[in-house]
């Protein structure tokens, strides 16, 4: 029985911020974060969106009727909590609408959680075949204004639907894993901005891919010429080439360029929104799909998943026949949305709902389906909008 992704959806903001005004106005070169980073525009996520409004709008776009009986599980990866006790999925089922009958929890290991619940998600319609899974990466990437990490922000969501018979891409048997105990990035209790060791994190995150496809290729005798594309965690997505380039190294000259060509795809929904988190390596694997016009079902499609602290995870899956018709497009998503000034962008940074007991939050301008409209007595106040 095939087991894989049968439906991929993602979801933003209606807001950005132009990187080549952001560079200016922290007086940097314009090339630093265009080039050397690798990121062209910034999503900034207004006060009345959070994980789990962003978590509910991905899984809206994709879900019919049918899918949403069919879920018994749903499962948010995020490392951007609103509680320490309560799932995030609580939420998200309760503004989709879907059964009582369902396991709903979150998961935590930095950008790395959604591969472990995607796996789980997995194993969980291996014993229940006639079931669905909801796995949903949902993070807002908060590094601090004027801070080394500022251009490597952003924010979003993207939701998967886990099936047998999948209509876009079967998950493979062999994985390789990973994991050791390093301090390239973490935020503490009581922090709502991470901290991070950038150059270390940098070359931790190419170790530890040297490490998981190496056990992969043993595992499996593949090599990356038996790979249509080669997909990457993108914090910013000069990172994901450098790991491309350590991956083809000694390939044909080819395959470099075929590989390199299908990056350039997978790069695009990313370096227009910047860090996920969680949901970083999917939304590549969706800008592969969305915009490569070279994929072909039978391909098999190569995943590095990273998450600091540290853990990774090498995997791959092979594309399903008509895959291109399970997809439903987020060019225009993308496209439609507001630039805003760094000076707003800045207030909109500073205007987050933080740790208060009552605030009521401006909904008017948020076009989302799912909005955060407030807290009351400390109960976040999230509503549906027409």
Avoid at 10 to 33: C, H, I, P, W
Avoid at 98 to 120: D, N, P
Avoid at 155 to 163: C, N, Q
Avoid at 229 to 253: N, S
């Amino acid at each position: 029985m095939q087991i894989g992704i049968d439906k991929i959806g993602f979801y933003t903001s209606n807001l950005y911020v132009d990187m080549a005004e952001l560079a200016q106005a922290r007086n940097e070169e314009v090339g630093k974060y265009l080039v050397g980073i690798g990121q062209s525009k910034m999503a900034v996520i207004p006060p009345s969106q959070d994980i789990v409004t962003l978590a509910a709008n991905a899984a809206a776009r994709i879900l019919s009727p049918i899918d949403k009986e069919a879920i018994d599980l749903v499962i948010v990866a995020t490392e951007s909590g609103i509680d320490n006790s309560k799932a995030a999925a609580v939420y998200v089922a309760n503004l989709l609408g879907l059964s009582h009958q369902i396991r709903a929890v979150e998961m935590k290991e930095a950008c790395y959680a959604a591969t472990a619940a995607l796996q789980l998600a997995k194993g969980h319609i291996a014993l229940n075949p006639n079931k669905k899974a909801l796995i949903i990466g949902a993070d807002i990437a908060r590094y601090g204004l004027k801070t080394k990490g500022e251009p490597t922000q952003g924010g979003g969501a993207v939701a998967m639907l886990v099936a047998k018979d999948p209509q876009i891409l079967a998950l493979d048997a062999e994985a390789s894993y990973y994991s050791k105990d390093i301090m390239d990035f973490w935020r503490p209790l009581g922090h709502s901005e991470a901290m991070v060791d950038g150059k270390f994190s940098t070359n931790v995150y190419l170790d530890f891919f040297n490490q998981v496809f190496s056990a992969y290729s043993q595992k499996t005798k593949r090599t990356v010429e038996d790979f249509g594309a080669l997909l990457f965690h993108l914090p910013y997505t000069k990172q994901g080439l450098k790991g491309l380039r350590q991956a083809v190294a000694h390939a044909d000259e080819a395959t470099q360029a075929r590989l390199l060509a299908q990056f350039e795809f997978a790069r695009e929904y990313n370096r227009n929104v910047g860090n996920l988190y969680t949901g970083s390596l999917y939304l590549s694997l969706l800008s592969l799909l969305e915009n490569s016009q070279d994929l072909v079902a039978g391909q098999r499609l190569g995943l590095y998943s990273y998450g600091s602290g540290a853990q990774a995870e090498f995997f791959s899956g092979i594309l399903q026949p008509g895959f291109q018709d399970a997809l439903i497009g987020h060019q225009e998503l993308l496209a439609h949305r507001k630039q805003v000034s760094v000076a707003e962008y800045e207030q909109f940074y500073q205007s987050v709902l933080a740790n208060e007991a009552n605030r009521q939050l401006e909904v008017s301008a948020d076009p989302g389906q799912f909005v955060l409209a407030g807290v009351k007595d400390f109960k976040r106040q999230y509503q549906r909008q027409e």
